[in-house]
């Protein structure tokens, strides 16, 4: 099968290839990562270490070409987005807060949040690709944050431009749906960062202060202060505000946080405070505040190891992976619901917006699956990865990544989708708040930057370490140049994943001691293999969990695992109605749609089935949505009928046959607006 292609730069890159810097950091042993995206490197009850986003770079094929797009495109493209004002005024914003500007504040409350990520991204960038302009952005953006923020730490320009204006009524943390601590949590995530890239302590004093203003805010808190914790990124951020800087006060502002929770009285499940942490067993509520509460719990329980934290984790997680997660990784199924849902306690029933909902309810052409939520889980379970050791919590990550996550982002980098559907009719069976097809700007520009990032990072988590070994999270063309055991070790990985599971890891240098290669072999892959130099290797390749290849290594050793990708038909559990009697097509970790551009014309989506003995047949199509893999299907075409009733007789007349092809449900709705499904009636 040939490579995919990697499209040619596109126009105005800010940055530069910096090849040099690349080599050099590769001949020579690198005794810390510069830019871990979690720095467990110090956390004691952490099973693995990180490398540095720098110390993997990706080379050819897939993450390549979407990181290539990330750094020429989405980046830099969003950067004139905040600072020109044109949507909202997000570096505006800071200047108005700062007396630099005059103005009022018109926009969401998280978009403080949103720039802190778009800047995250920009320093991740620059740890792999060094350029004069992006980092002139960013320090433009860290002087206007310094500026902004007031002299006890508080920083929120919301409430700081109201207050500038002479509004009395302008005070911090009087609305716990404000967004404040939500920002000031991503302030302090995009503070650590900064330092690692830049040694600059800036941006990081300016997190350290907002951390002050918190620890301070919440030294006596009353129930109804407590509740200030939507959508809690400021666990995450207290925590690797310890790991930065050492100081122990920012862990303990952190277990601080999560125990406001025992002081809450009148909860809900929208914010996950009905009941305290300790008691919860179920995903309920708001799936991006869910998500981000339990990725800041793993990092609590990295670095106190607390093993009175796992057993709500677990359970959750159990209950999302079993019960409510949908088959491209997608979370939070619903727009509103009600949790507990027909309860006899009427106390307990809470309203709830992008809500993981019931078990088992998993809409299509209603799902919300918001794509910050998907995100939150990478986060999530990316902790859980490094606090464990197990496959299942990387298995998710890269289910998530190859669907619900790339799925936001268009091809070209510019536009985002905010909701991702499983399925698309026109009409609509009803109107729906949120657009179907992706836009410059959605007036709730959460995710945008949180997918923007997440891509600039990918590389970092790719690989980790242990005492002695090397872990294999992620499969894609690379290099990495990282130390293990105290030695420089390199290697190349060159592969056509996600399109062919055959992966060749080859060491370019190693040291003299024995290294163990930990090499994942995802849960989706049935009849795995490995060898060495050509010889297969008797090993355990049991689907989800890690291959264990122990030797005293030489440059040149050639490691290839096969992980063989048939396509497959997933049904889902009876309990789920929405799609019960309905088949999904799926290959490796590539999840499948169908859109009407790949239908004879005038046939709709909802008149075609898929035989369950339909022979699928994959064929790379380099010229196609950037080069992917599409799945060629004979389908069944229904007449379309009378449907001017909610109810008709059965009409058993004869099937005509359509050939088409399923595409990669990531890049659906990048050839025009049109209908699309994932699942399709079983015939």
Request: charged letters at 20%.
């Amino acid at each position: 099968m040939p490579s995919p292609r990697v499209p040619s730069r596109l126009p105005n890159p800010l940055s530069k290839c910096c090849a040099a810097m690349f080599a050099l950091l590769a001949s020579t042993a690198v005794a810390e990562p510069m830019l871990p995206i979690t720095d467990t490197a110090q956390s004691s009850h952490a099973v693995l270490k990180p490398i540095g986003v720098d110390q993997a770079r990706w080379t050819e094929g897939f993450w390549a070409q979407r990181y290539q797009v990330c750094r020429d495109q989405s980046i830099p493209s969003m950067w004139e987005l905040m600072e020109s004002g044109d949507y909202k005024p997000f570096l505006g914003h800071f200047l108005i807060a700062a007396g630099q500007a005059d103005g009022d504040y018109h926009g969401a409350p998280w978009n403080d949040g949103d720039f802190y990520k778009w800047m995250e991204a920009a320093c991740a960038l620059l740890a792999v690709d060094p350029d004069p302009q992006l980092r002139a952005a960013v320090d433009r953006s860290v002087r206007a944050i310094a500026a902004a923020q007031r002299d006890d730490g508080y920083l929120h320009t919301p409430v700081l431009i109201r207050a500038k204006n002479g509004d009395p009524t302008a005070k911090p943390l009087s609305d716990r749906h404000d967004f404040e601590v939500y920002n000031m949590g991503h302030l302090m995530t995009t503070g650590c960062i900064h330092h690692r890239v830049t040694g600059s302590n800036e941006l990081l004093n300016v997190a350290k202060q907002a951390a002050g203003f918190l620890e301070h805010a919440f030294a006596d808190p009353t129930p109804e202060l407590a509740r200030n914790s939507v959508c809690p990124s400021h666990y995450m951020g207290a925590v690797e505000l310890y790991r930065t800087t050492g100081d122990e006060r920012y862990l303990r502002l952190a277990q601080h946080f999560l125990d406001m929770r025992n002081l809450i009285e009148d909860g809900g499940d929208d914010n996950q405070d009905r009941v305290p942490f300790l008691q919860q067993r179920e995903a309920v509520g708001h799936a991006v505040r869910a998500n981000y509460l339990y990725a800041g719990v793993a990092d609590l329980l990295l670095e106190t190891g607390d093993s009175k934290l796992r057993a709500p984790l677990d359970a959750v997680w159990d209950n999302i992976v079993q019960k409510k997660l949908h088959v491209t990784g997608g979370c939070g199924a619903l727009y509103d619901g009600a949790s507990p849902d027909g309860s006899s306690s009427q106390r307990e029933i809470t309203r709830i917006h992008q809500a993981y909902g019931r078990n088992y309810q998993l809409p299509n052409s209603t799902a919300h699956n918001e794509t910050c939520a998907a995100l939150g889980g990478v986060l999530w379970n990316w902790r859980m990865l490094l606090a464990t050791g197990e496959a299942k919590y990387a298995d998710w990550i890269e289910l998530a990544m190859h669907n619900a996550v790339l799925a936001g982002v268009s091809l070209d980098g510019d536009d985002y989708l905010y909701v991702n559907p499983l399925r698309r009719l026109d009409p609509e069976p009803q109107d729906l708040r949120w657009s179907r097809t992706r836009q410059p700007f959605i007036v709730s520009f959460c995710c945008p930057p949180n997918v923007v990032r997440t891509l600039a990072e990918l590389s970092g988590y790719a690989y980790s370490k242990s005492d002695a070994a090397l872990w294999v999270n992620l499969y894609g063309a690379n290099e990495l140049a990282t130390d293990v055991a105290g030695e420089a070790f390199r290697l190349t990985q060159s592969t056509d994943y996600p399109w062919d599971g055959a992966v060749k890891l080859t060491i370019e240098e190693c040291g003299a001691r024995p290294i163990e290669l930990r090499l994942r072999v995802p849960g989706w892959c049935k009849d795995p293999e490995v060898s060495v130099n050509g010889t297969p290797v008797d090993t355990d390749l049991k689907p989800g969990s890690y291959a264990r290849l122990k030797r005293a290594w030489t440059a040149g050793d050639e490691v290839t695992l096969n992980l063989p990708m048939p396509t497959v038909l997933l049904e889902s559990n009876p309990r789920v109605e929405e799609t019960r009697n309905q088949l999904a097509v799926k290959r490796g970790p590539v999840v499948y749609c169908l859109e009407a551009a790949d239908l004879p014309a005038g046939v709709r989506v909802d008149q075609v089935a898929l035989p369950a003995d339909a022979t699928l047949t994959p064929r790379f199509e380099p010229d196609l949505l950037g080069g992917v893999t599409v799945i060629e299907a004979s389908l069944t075409k229904r007449p379309a009928g009378d449907w001017s009733t909610l109810y008709r007789p059965v009409e058993n007349g004869p099937r005509e046959s359509v050939s088409s092809r399923l595409v990669p449900y990531f890049a659906w709705g990048n050839r025009g607006d049109g209908e699309m499904t994932v699942w399709l009636p079983r015939d």
